[in-house]
């Protein structure tokens, strides 16, 4: 999945919530807007996917183990 399709996959999940966010506060639905909100909320989604820490892969990952009080 590229940062596209899982950017548009968020707005897809986010659109019911805005709605019905909407319909709680009593606002008039407007597509447009409604739209353009899922799709900075799913801008945003995306950019704290991309700040999670990889995966570290060879020498890397190989870290030595912490000792703790009781060994």
């Given amino acids: 999945m590229n940062d596209n399709d899982f950017r548009d996959a968020c707005s897809i999940l986010v659109l019911p919530a805005l709605i019905q966010a909407y319909a709680i506060m009593g606002v008039k639905l407007n597509v ?40």
């Fill in 32 to 71: 447009e807007e409604l739209c353009d909100g899922a799709l900075q909320y799913a801008v945003k989604l995306a950019e704290l996917k991309n700040q999670e820490p990889k995966e570290e892969v060879g020498i890397v990952a190989a870290k030595p183990k912490r000792r703790t009080k009781s060994e």
